[in-house]
């Protein structure tokens, strides 16, 4: 059994995708282990995409990530980092599959609904964020 991270970004949660977006994992066959809406503060954001920080767009993320709520999820099931990446799609909503969250949410790049980890090392850090 695997477990992931997954975030419902905040213009997922204001614009209310957060049961669509539970719906679609559950429809297949992943199981919520854990779920919390919380308020990021910039430094919060700062530290949870730590990573990025020398990328240009660090900046306009965090911006975002702390602009308002945000849904964190524990998703676990077989083989689901790579499950939950198929069902969010691709990064740049243009380029997802059609029917994947961010095909059918998306409004940019960045404002794409949903964050997931892509490694098993990178869940196991992001879930250690948001949950003791």
Avoid at 55 to 68: A, E, Y
Avoid at 92 to 104: S, Y
Wanted: glycine letters at 8%; proline letters at 4%; one cysteine or more.
């Amino acid at each position: 059994m695997e477990r992931t991270l997954s975030i419902i970004k905040p213009d997922g949660t204001s614009r209310g995708l957060i049961g669509e977006v539970i719906s679609r994992f559950e429809k297949n066959g992943i199981k919520i282990a854990g779920m919390k809406m919380i308020h990021l503060s910039k430094d919060d954001a700062k530290a949870f995409y730590a990573v990025h920080k020398e990328r240009p767009f660090f900046d306009s993320l965090t911006d975002f990530m702390s602009s308002g709520p945000i849904v964190a999820l524990i998703l676990e099931g077989e083989n689901v980092i790579n499950r939950n990446r198929e069902i969010m799609g691709a990064t740049n909503f243009t380029e997802a599959v059609p029917g994947t969250i961010r095909r059918c949410f998306a409004t940019d790049i960045e404002k794409n609904v949903v964050h997931g980890s892509d490694s098993p090392e990178s869940a196991e850090f992001e879930i250690g964020y948001f949950f003791q």
